[in-house]
């Protein structure tokens, strides 16, 4: 009886596997509203809560939408920080699927000298409505600066329906 009841489970996980489809999709978001904090001593340490929106695009169920990022990025420039937050993507219909993220920020030294952020960190599905209510999944995540308020957020991983 224990023999069959592994077998079911384990059978029962890799059917819900079955369905994750590989994605890859990037948002381009600028800057709409920021409220920061910069310290006033020498660190130069900024805590920033910012709201951006942009489009999605690439392949998969939240490509093509609407999002807006929700994000609290605690930053010591030269040292690393913790960004991190939420992405609102917004399909043509109202569905909505919200998206929980976290980075851990390292600066490394660059070519020339200068220290060179490494933005990277994961991503997973939190929340949706309508057709995106059952959307499950996670995966990578790495932010590229663009401009002084442009960031473009780059996603891989697995979405299941």
């Given at each position: 009886m224990a023999k069959l009841l592994v077998?079911?489970?384990?059978?029962?996980?890799?059917?819900?596997?079955?369905?994750?489809?590989?994605v890859k999709f990037d948002a381009l978001v600028t800057q709409k509203e920021a409220i920061r904090l910069d310290f006033a001593?020498?660190?130069?340490?900024?805590?920033?809560?910012?709201?951006?929106?942009?489009k999605s695009e690439?392949?998969?169920?939240?490509?093509?939408?609407?999002?807006?990022?929700?994000?609290?990025?605690?930053i010591v420039p030269g040292v690393g920080g913790e960004p991190r937050g939420y992405l609102e993507f917004t399909k043509g219909d109202g569905d909505k699927a919200y998206i929980k993220w976290t980075i851990q920020a390292v600066f490394v030294p660059g070519p020339d000298g200068k220290p060179k952020l490494l933005d990277?960190?994961?991503?997973?599905?939190?929340?949706?409505t309508g057709?995106?209510?059952?959307?499950?999944?996670a995966g990578t995540f790495h932010l590229v600066p663009t401009g002084p308020t442009e960031r473009r957020f780059v996603m891989e991983g697995e979405l299941v329906q």
């Open positions: 077998i079911a489970v384990i059978g029962a996980g890799m059917t819900s596997f079955a369905g994750a489809e590989p001593d020498a660190s130069k340490h900024f805590f920033l809560l910012v709201r951006r929106e942009g690439g392949q998969g169920a939240l490509a093509g939408t609407a999002v807006q990022e929700y994000g609290a990025h605690d990277n960190g994961v991503w997973q599905v939190v929340g949706g057709k995106l209510e059952k959307l499950k999944g």
